[in-house]
């Protein structure tokens, strides 16, 4: 297997490389086009010189232009262009004309028109100057343009720069922007002479670009509801992928960090309230947003061994925070309907770094983190507090039989212990777990070193990664290795050909399913670590039967203290993302674009128990081995054909027509054995019995067809228009097909000379709207169109079973089809002091596909169908000000809010058709809401636990209880506030992050937190303290029994009930920050370009009432438990460019 496995990666590893390749050997093997009369140049920085020989180097015309200063720079754009069209076009502006050599065509004369004598005397000016910062520091590249027209240039490196052009022909008035200050107006004149433009720092995101659906625009374009996030923003987190680093950064996304496995557990994500019934194989990844890097939708499913019910490996773990250049997140149907049946949960668009036009840059980063454990809420009894309740709960069950000395008896009989030089028996004291499995100073080293540059011919960018992070408990961690090459050529004017390529190699050691954790806080402090002798105890009973017999279970676990050291977790993956593009211009407004791309997965899974130790239903002295091989693939192509131009200055009309076409397949491969007699820290699939083999092969193929719409009439006028048709292999031939659309428009009324009058405190005032559909097409996989699921299994028999399926298909499945419409507004106020977006919703999924319980007869217990329609209504609102912007000194407050209504608005099925062990669905209640009986506390007479009736009564028997729905795990709101404050080179930022009004379900409240004796020998939280004991208590927690039994029978306190189920809100201060930046000077005098050093620390406290581990260990469910628990984190870095 490792052979096949390790050749399969060479073959595809050698596959990105010659993609990688492909630019460089078609530049070198092309030949020169042969000369015609049509132009193709562009560029916003170039002298006319240069443009002039461009012309006659592809046209063959000799152009004679005698002393004219061509040094001055232009902006051009022309493709296929004729050369009179291209002089006709750019000549003018510069104050020059042309005419033909004696009427020869091949031969042009420029010359300046000062001094014609015409009907209309044309006057020509020359515009000089400079560009500064607010500290009087040259701008180089500042862009120049007049305003109302195409025309300008670029200031040089010394800021200076010079414009030729007739006056009179625009508005006079200069327009002067560099990224990060506020763009000027500037009146010029003939007589103004040299200008001084000094820019000041400010906010200049409407010109930015914005990654959108299959292309670009600029915020003010933009009619969508967007998010951006630079990659900056998440570079330096301790969180080495970046889904969990977008946690209070979006208003509107949801994210729960999970599990604080390393290199571990895909963070939750939910875009705008559950939009999808999500109970697919690949669970609750598909309620996330469609993640696409550089146009390939990638792996959301984590690949992991197949015993295993955690997921343990984050798949977007394959890319590098710091190759990140912006993450776009498209919320409305305006902005994800190009994205059709994949886009109800909304889209993550991430772009990766690109190199730009200069000198090579390289730069080092470094960055050390030193990690502990959060502190837990929940607090565990220490021994003699165990001692007590577990004397009290045998007193209980039979005061009569069960005196001190036959308990002392019994448990002597059950836990390790010694006898005294005065003869009496004694248990050990009660082992330091917490600092023997975790690590309060656990290091995380990452090193980075990239070079990016470029030209006019293309562009590169390459960054070497590794990253070693160990984990907070023993023996876990996780490494890798990656490389990211980024290439792009023009090997003529027209034609751009480029590949993005990244490869890494991952090894993740985990803690089964968080087990260590979980173990720990359920050993009973009688349990030693060690024995007399200071070697280590194996094995521990969860509890023996006492002599009365009232219960057996004899169940064993390992010491995790040693399982950690002998036990083997390991993930072992090598992921790739590769592609490659191609962007030719033709017929002067049109442009054709394809992309094909790869993201493969590679990943050995391996679960190794010692022979020594217990594990899951496995006794001491048989051993397990497990290995799964799983192989994923995504190929898909995308075509797209453009067409963009600008009709009389005022239209401007793009238009987009596409195909795309993606396979996705999936293989795993896996093999179970028992008996090993010795250490299985090798392969050794050849010794021992196989317990368990089998195999699953899926293929899924999409085909689409989409087209777009885009016009704005004066930069202040925009509507779009968008139409998609999704085919998937996943639902039967009747149902294949589906079909998206989308309306969006938007308004800069800021433009409006009525608004004139607000202009002395209203920057900017721009209102948008959208409607449409989109769909999910992952809400069902590949197994549910068959009859019958091909998975075949070896199971205690070398015998081939036959095909085999855990729920019946259905061929009738319909789409689920979300529609939904959003109003917002965005605001800038105070001269972009003040900065407010704002956004209104309203969604609606119809056909929601949920398993649906069928009768045991049919010989299954569920099937998948689509059981109604849901809807998800909400409010966002995010806030920008500038509270302090002086010269020296600014303080910027950033905070968002967000708001989400979820209802089940019609259900095709009863509530006890759509329930699952916690979780139920009814009519005009949240999807998936807690549902079980309400606890109604402990009888103060007897001590015994009480639930509410189908009556409405109290009552003591569990099975007479009703079920209720009893709140949800989605939160009503949740939000983050931001303070940055920058001083001389310092930045501070503070980062607080809330959510509130919703409900965790402590899977572990039955068990170690208040048992009530059900497992007596397990340690529990010291809530169990509060029980009642003697009639007339009012207390937490029903008397003590031991195995929950009286007189044989149980008393079900512990199942499933509001007992376990708390508010899960908080407050948690996620992340202060410090950095500093080294003044220009001091930089100067080292030769380097730029250099930062910070320091941070991250998830530094925690305000909240629930009694678990942590309200953010919570599953997508809701469901609460002792998994690998969050950190606190503290991080020095330096950050290297020259």
């Not at 960055?367 to 001692?387: C, F, G, P």
């Not at 085919?727 to 004139?756: K, Q, T, Y």
């Not at 999807?927 to 007479?941: I, L, R, T």
């Not at 009530?1012 to 509060?1026: E, H, I, M, R």
């Amino acid at each position: 297997m490792q052979q096949k496995f390790t050749h399969c990666y060479a073959r595809r590893s050698l596959m990105a490389l010659l993609w990688l390749l492909l630019p460089s050997i078609y530049l070198h093997a092309q030949k020169s086009a042969q000369p015609g009369r049509n132009v193709t140049l562009t560029s916003g920085h170039i002298s006319l010189r240069d443009v002039f020989n461009v012309i006659e180097k592809q046209t063959g015309v000799v152009l004679f232009f005698g002393e004219l200063n061509t040094s001055q720079l232009v902006g051009v754009k022309f493709v296929a262009t004729p050369i009179e069209e291209a002089l006709a076009e750019m000549l003018p502006p510069l104050g020059l004309t042309y005419e033909y050599v004696n009427g020869n065509r091949d031969k042009i004369f420029i010359r300046s028109i000062v001094g014609e004598r015409k009907k209309d005397t044309v006057m020509v000016i020359t515009i000089n100057g400079i560009v500064t910062d607010d500290k009087g520091e040259p701008l180089p590249g500042a862009s120049i343009r007049v305003k109302g027209t195409s025309f300008g240039t670029a200031t040089k490196a010394n800021g200076m720069f010079g414009l030729t052009m007739k006056e009179g022909t625009a508005h006079d008035i200069l327009l002067v922007s560099y990224t990060g200050y506020k763009m000027q107006e500037v009146k010029f004149n003939s007589n103004s002479g040299n200008l001084k433009v000094q820019l000041v720092p400010g906010d200049n995101r409407l010109n930015e670009t914005v990654v959108t659906a299959y292309g670009t625009s600029t915020q003010r374009a933009v009619v969508g509801a967007i998010t951006v996030v630079k990659g900056e923003q998440i570079q330096n987190l301790p969180n080495r992928s970046f889904d969990k680093n977008l946690q209070g950064l979006v208003p509107g996304l949801l994210v729960t960090q999970g599990t604080g496995q390393p290199g571990g557990g895909l963070g939750n994500f939910v875009l705008r309230g559950i939009s999808t019934g999500g109970n697919a194989i690949n669970g609750a990844a598909v309620r996330n947003p469609l993640i696409v890097i550089d146009g390939i939708p990638v792996f959301q499913d984590p690949a992991q061994a197949t015993t295993s019910s955690v997921a343990f490996n984050n798949p977007m773990a394959q890319l590098n925070p710091s190759d990140i250049a912006s993450i776009s997140v498209l919320k409305d149907a305006g902005a994800i309907a190009l994205y059709g049946s994949k886009a109800s949960n909304g889209v993550i668009l991430v772009t990766t770094k690109r190199g730009k036009e200069g000198k090579t840059v390289f730069n080092f980063r470094h960055q050390t983190d030193i990690s502990s454990r959060l502190k837990a809420q929940t607090k565990l009894l220490n021994q003699q507090q165990y001692m007590d309740l577990l004397y009290e709960t045998y007193r209980n069950t039979d005061p009569a039989y069960w005196t001190d000395n036959r308990i002392n008896t019994d448990l002597i009989n059950k836990f390790p212990h010694y006898v005294k030089a005065s003869g009496d028996t004694s248990f050990y004291p009660a082992p330091d777990w917490l600092n023997e499995l975790y690590n309060n100073a656990a290091t995380t080293l990452s090193h980075e070193l990239s070079m990016s540059g470029g030209n006019e011919k293309g562009n590169f960018y390459i960054n070497l990664e590794y990253t070693k992070q160990n984990g907070i408990e023993k023996n876990t961690g996780y490494n890798r290795k990656s490389i990211r090459i980024n290439y792009e050529n023009a090997p003529v004017q027209w034609l751009r050909i480029g590949a993005n390529t990244t490869l890494s190699y991952n090894i993740q050691d985990y803690s089964y399913s968080g087990a260590s954790e979980r173990l720990y806080s359920s050993i009973s402090p009688l349990n030693a670590m060690r024995d007399q002798y200071g070697n280590f105890v194996y094995n521990y009973s969860w509890g023996l039967a006492p002599s009365s017999s009232l219960a057996t279970n004899t169940r064993k676990f390992a010491n995790p203290l040693v399982a950690a050291d002998l036990n083997v977790n390991r993930n072992t993956s090598y992921r790739g993302l590769n592609n490659l593009y191609i962007n030719a211009n033709f017929l002067r407004y049109f442009s054709f674009s394809s992309n094909f791309g790869v993201n493969f997965m590679l990943t050995e899974a391996k679960e190794k128990i010692h022979p020594l130790l217990a594990g899951s239903n496995l006794e001491p002295g048989i051993g397990r081995i497990n290995e799964t091989d799983i192989r994923n693939a995504n190929i898909i192509n995308t075509n797209i054909l453009r067409y963009d131009r600008i009709i009389r200055q005022n239209h401007h009309l793009r238009l987009l027509l596409g195909h795309e076409a993606q396979v996705i397949t999936n293989r795993n491969l896996y093999t179970i054995k028992e008996g090993i007699t010795s250490n299985p820290l090798a392969d050794q699939l050849n010794i021992g019995t196989i317990k368990d083999a089998g195999g699953l092969s899926s293929k899924q193929t999409l085909l689409s067809y989409f087209s777009q719409a885009n016009y704005d009439f004066r930069n202040k006028y925009f509507v779009s228009g968008s139409l998609r048709t999704d085919g998937s292999s996943l639902f039967g031939d009747n149902r294949r097909f589906g079909n998206h659309w989308s309306a969006a428009a938007g308004w800069i009324v800021s433009a409006e000379p009525f608004m004139s009058k607000t202009a002395s405190f209203l920057d900017y005032f721009k209102l948008r709207g959208s409607i449409g559909s989109a769909g999910n097409s992952s809400a069902i996989s590949n197994a549910w169109r068959y009859d019958v699921l091909a998975l075949y299994h070896y199971i205690n028999s070398p015998a081939v079973l036959p095909p085999t399926s855990s729920r019946p298909g259905n061929r009738d499945i319909q789409w689920e089809k979300t529609f939904s419409w959003d109003a917002g507004v965005e605001l800038q106020l105070f001269k972009q002091r003040i900065a407010v977006t704002a956004d209104i919703y309203n969604k609606k999924t119809s056909q929601v596909i949920a398993l649906v319980q069928i009768p045991y007869a049919t010989g299954f217990y569920d099937i998948q169908r689509n059981i109604g329609d849901l809807t998800n209504k909400g409010i966002e609102i995010s806030i920008s000000a500038d509270v302090v912007r002086t010269t020296g000194f600014s303080w910027n407050l950033s905070a968002n809010w967000s708001k989400n209504d979820n209802l089940l608005v019609r259900s095709f099925y009863p509530v006890e058709k759509v329930t699952t062990t916690l979780l139920a669905n009814g009519t005009g209640k949240n999807y998936n809401s807690f549902y079980m009986p309400v606890w109604a506390g402990v009888n103060k007479e007897n001590g015994a636990p009480q639930w509410i009736d189908t009556t409405g009564k109290i009552s003591s028997e569990y099975k007479a209880s009703q079920y209720r729905f009893v709140g949800k795990p989605q939160p009503d709101g949740f939000g983050t506030i931001i303070n940055t404050f920058s001083y001389s080179g310092f930045d501070l930022s503070v980062m607080l992050h809330y959510q509130y009004g919703f409900k965790i379900y402590n899977n572990d409240g039955g068990s170690f937190v208040a048992n009530d004796g059900v497992d007596p020998y397990l340690n529990q939280s010291t809530a169990a303290l509060d029980r009642w004991t003697k009639p007339g208590d009012v207390a937490a927690n029903p008397r003590r029994l031991l195995f929950g039994r009286l007189n044989g029978i149980s008393d079900r306190s512990t199942s499933i009930s509001t007992r376990y189920l708390y508010d899960g809100d908080f407050i948690r201060l996620s992340n202060i920050s410090l950095t500093y930046n080294l003044p220009k000077i001091l930089l100067e005098k080292m030769s380097i370009r730029a250099l930062k050093v910070y320091v941070q620390g991250h998830n530094l406290a925690t305000w909240t009432k629930y009694s678990g581990q942590d309200p953010e260990n919570a599953n997508a469910s809701g469901l609460g438990s002792a998994i690998y628990p969050l950190q606190r984190s503290f991080t020095a870095g330096i950050n290297v460019s020259f």
